[in-house]
């Protein structure tokens, strides 16, 4: 199996609570098709570099899954359909880091949202 890591953002129209569901749900979908995801963070409601679909801000999150590619694919294919997914980024790695996500790094708010 290899390594992803999956970045997600959602519409800034749908709450916090929403969108943290929908990326628990793109989790659970990966651990149903054999997969494991080994992290899974909320980066918050953040401005976007350009306007996409008349919005300036979206949800971040981001997710490292272990699995195959039928499973990635899989996902992919679900993210594309999803309407409340704006855009996605998958990128292969060669190991996963013990430390929060670069948005965390310079940051008091990873204390927030891991407790």
Same mark, same amino acid.
């Given at each position: 199996m290899a390594l992803?890591?999956?970045t997600l953002i959602i519409r800034q129209d749908v709450p916090k609570a929403d969108a943290n569901?929908?990326?628990d749900s793109y989790a659970k979908l990966v651990g149903e098709l054999g997969g494991k995801v080994e992290k899974n963070e909320y980066?918050?409601?953040r401005n976007l570099a350009y @306007? @996409?679909?008349k919005s300036r801000k979206g949800h971040y999150s981001f997710l490292? @899954?272990?699995s195959d590619a039928t499973a990635l694919k899989e996902l992919e294919r679900k993210l594309r359909l999803d309407e409340n997914v704006v855009?996605?980024?998958t990128v292969r790695v060669e190991a996963f880091t013990d430390t929060p996500?670069?948005?965390f790094q310079n940051?008091?708010?990873y204390e927030d949202s891991a407790a």
């Open positions: 992803y890591e999956v569901k929908l990326a980066w918050g409601l @306007i @996409i679909n490292a @899954i272990d855009r996605h980024l996500g670069a948005v940051s008091s708010s």
